[in-house]
């Protein structure tokens, strides 16, 4: 294998490993906010008064 090969070889391994590094990042975002969203939503469709009081009746 002769130099220029490898380096033209080197180069695109490198170049798709950054781009690798760069979707994970993306994808670490979304998700992100993704959870920051459910959590909001969670919060906002949570009723602060259930499960406080418990009717028994004999």
Do not use: F
Request: aromatic share 0%; glycine share 6%; charged share 20%.
């Amino acid at each position: 294998m002769d130099i220029a090969s490898l380096s033209t070889a080197l180069s695109m391994t490198k170049v798709n490993n950054e781009i690798g590094v760069l979707m994970l990042g993306k994808q670490l975002d979304q998700a992100e906010v993704m959870g920051e969203s459910m959590v909001k939503l969670l919060e906002q469709s949570a009723s602060p008064n259930l499960g406080r009081n418990v009717d028994v009746s004999v």
